[in-house]
């Protein structure tokens, strides 16, 4: 069985920085594309960024140029560095990949909560 882990969420000040981390464990053959998601309250949730087994990256327009997602395919680990936070960045950050194992899919976090002080 396939889980993946976040962790890294916190209380930050506006203009702080967190990092998250997204591990993912079990039986896994090979992991695709990987994506940052969150949700605040009363919001749906939305799409930060999302990146391919090469690293090829792509960010949603409210965090472009403050946001980095990297990942480490040896250790199926996924990484979203977040500088000069935002009230407004305030949400559950859930993280998702697109894992080859016995039964390939979609897999999600449990995600971590995120909450940046004014």
């Known amino acids: 069985q396939v889980q993946l882990v976040e962790s890294g969420g916190g209380l930050v000040q506006a203009g702080g920085s967190l990092r998250l981390s997204c591990a993912a464990s079990?039986?896994?053959?090979?992991?695709?594309?990987m994506g940052w998601h969150r949700q605040a309250p009363g919001k749906q949730r939305e799409l930060v960024a999302t990146?391919?087994?090469?690293?090829?990256?792509e960010y949603a327009d409210s965090v472009k140029g403050r946001f980095t997602i990297s990942r480490d395919n040896a250790r199926n680990t996924m990484y979203l560095q977040m500088n000069s936070l935002k009230p407004e960045d305030t949400a559950v950050y859930y993280c998702?990949?697109?894992?080859?194992?016995?039964?390939?899919?979609?897999?999600w976090g449990q995600g971590t909560q995120v909450t940046v002080s004014s």
């Open positions: 990146i391919t087994r090469g690293g090829r990256s």
């Open positions: 079990g039986r896994i053959f090979s992991i695709n594309d």
């Open positions: 998702n990949a697109d894992v080859r194992t016995l039964r390939s899919g979609d897999y």
